[in-house]
């Protein structure tokens, strides 16, 4: 087997699926029942603040009630484990809270989080819990003008320089519970095959892209995660 020092592993909604959080674009998914121009865009927000404000709330208080599952738990191990190896970076498209529960400390929330509000007067972020549709006065500045700190469509996801950087660098580039429908993301498997890594998909099904992972492995990712993880310390 071919030596792997990089890693960069991409999660996405189907990683806290088993968790009890809704996925997007899965039978009863959020977009079947939220219009997507209506609360994920920066137009919608406009039109209707508090339509928005209320759909992050509803999605932050559901965090409360949720869990990490074995696969968030097997990556922060992978984190912590992967040491000197080599580098490890965890880039999700979640807004969840659910790798940092499971033990990962460095993972790139490339979609932002929901436990984090942006100053729409002062543009500062900061940590964030509660209900935003109170219309709460930002911490600094004191206007209640914060909104979530989630890219929406139409927005540019964060830390796409640290993210490319990593993938130039990456033996080895891991897609898991991700439909490949939304770019950026659903291209840095392209972006990785071109720079040389070995690519491996985990996923419920094929995703959009699948045709571009050497490997898809399918299954619930509360089984398969752990196991590849066990697989990838022993070597
Ligand atoms: P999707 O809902 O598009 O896809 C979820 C994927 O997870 C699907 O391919 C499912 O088959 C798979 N899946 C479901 N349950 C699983 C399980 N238990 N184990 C493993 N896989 C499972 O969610 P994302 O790909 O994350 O963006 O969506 C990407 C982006 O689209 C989101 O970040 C969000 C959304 O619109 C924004 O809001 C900007």
């Known amino acids: 087997m071919e030596d792997i020092r990089n890693i960069v592993i991409?999660?996405?909604?189907?990683?806290?699926?088993?968790s009890g959080i809704d996925t997007f674009r899965d039978a009863g998914g959020l977009w079947e029942q939220h219009r997507v121009e209506d609360v994920a865009t920066p137009e919608g927000f406009a039109r209707d603040p508090d339509l928005v404000l209320g759909f992050y709330d509803m999605r932050r208080e559901a965090l409360a009630r949720v869990e990490p599952n074995p696969a968030h738990h097997a990556l922060?191990?992978?984190?912590?484990?992967?040491?000197?190896?080599?580098?490890?970076?965890?880039?999700?498209?979640?807004?969840?809270?659910?790798?940092?529960?499971?033990?990962?400390?460095?993972?790139?929330?490339?979609?932002?989080?929901?436990?984090?509000?942006?100053?729409?007067?002062c543009?500062?972020?900061?940590?964030?819990?509660?209900?935003?549709?109170?219309?709460?006065?930002?911490?600094?500045?004191?206007?209640?003008?914060?909104r979530p700190d989630v890219v929406w469509f139409g927005e540019m996801p964060y830390q796409m320089e640290r993210i490319?950087?990593?993938?130039?660098?990456?033996?080895?580039?891991?897609?898991?519970?991700?439909?490949?429908a939304v770019y950026p993301a659903a291209g840095f498997v392209r972006d990785a095959l071109d720079c040389g890594a070995r690519t491996?998909?985990?996923?419920?099904?094929?995703?959009?892209?699948?045709?571009?992972?050497?490997?898809?492995?399918?299954?619930?990712?509360?089984?398969?995660?752990?196991?590849?993880?066990?697989?990838?310390?022993?070597?």
């Open 10 to 18: 991409l999660t996405g909604a189907g990683i806290s699926a088993e």
């Open 164 to 180: 490319y950087a990593a993938i130039r660098k990456a033996d080895l580039f891991v897609s898991i519970g991700t439909s490949g």
């Open 200 to 235: 491996l998909e985990l996923n419920l099904e094929r995703s959009e892209g699948s045709h571009w992972f050497h490997e898809s492995r399918l299954g619930p990712a509360g089984e398969l995660v752990p196991l590849w993880v066990e697989e990838v310390l022993a070597r």
């Open 123 to 146: 543009e500062m972020r900061c940590p964030f819990d509660g209900a935003m549709s109170d219309r709460p006065p930002c911490p600094v500045c004191q206007a209640p003008s914060l």
């Open 76 to 121: 922060g191990r992978l984190e912590r484990e992967w040491g000197e190896r080599g580098n490890l970076l965890i880039v999700t498209q979640n807004v969840d809270d659910l790798h940092e529960r499971g033990g990962a400390k460095g993972v790139l929330h490339m979609h932002g989080e929901l436990k984090s509000a942006l100053c729409l007067a």
